[in-house]
């Protein structure tokens, strides 16, 4: 009798701790779901806006690989904030972190919940690289524009913090005021090799981010078939 009791005491605890476990399972879940929602809103955002500054960047090689184009100076001017400015995903890791950290991972139990996870959070790493090989040609642009065109008026990338939206804001330029400073043919042609070098590392970037974009999808299905939401 005394040990029926003593087993059936620990069969007590083992189902009292699963039970513990499941709910903690569910909170992370619930957490993890609500961080990739959000997530996958600034993806579309930043994949849309990547692609309309490549659109935009081609129209300012277009004029830069003009001849006498001193007529395209205001057009060049006012999209030359394509090449200035830089666009980034800031991936929302909190619940990521937290469960990497604590070993709360253990708490999901689904193999293929498992493994999205895993690749997620590898995509997220990657990220680190694929920024770091972007500042070299970002800074070789800044360098360049501030000898070329006036930065002061120069349009720029502006975030819209509520809602992570990226739009690109014009300012007014005083009457008078010089924009281009270097305006030889010799400079447009370095200044249009920048921009494609730019575009290259945005395409990178499209390509990223659309991988992410599926991944981010995979992890929701899992946690959606693991826990029932909707």
Known sequence: MLFLAVFCGFLAENQREHMVE????????????????????ILNQRIEALEETNANLDSLIGLLTIKNNASSFDRIYALSGYAF???????????????????????????????????????????KGLQESNIYIQE??????SQFLNLKYLPRFKLINETQQIVYEHTAVP???????????DHLRQYANLCSLKQSDYDNKLRWLKGTKKLVEKLIQSLKNDFYMK
């Open 22 to 41: 499941h709910q903690r399972a569910k909170k992370y879940a619930a957490a993890l779901y609500k961080d990739l929602v959000k997530d996958t809103s």
């Open 85 to 127: 400015g830089s666009l980034f995903f800031p991936a929302t890791t909190s619940t990521i972190n937290q469960l990497k950290n604590s070993g709360s991972v253990r708490y999901f139990s689904g193999t293929e919940l498992i493994d999205n996870f895993n690749a997620y959070d590898a995509q997220l790493e990657s990220l």
């Open 140 to 145: 070789e642009i800044r360098k360049f524009l």
């Open 175 to 185: 009457a008078g005021v010089q924009k281009i400073y270097q305006a030889d043919n």
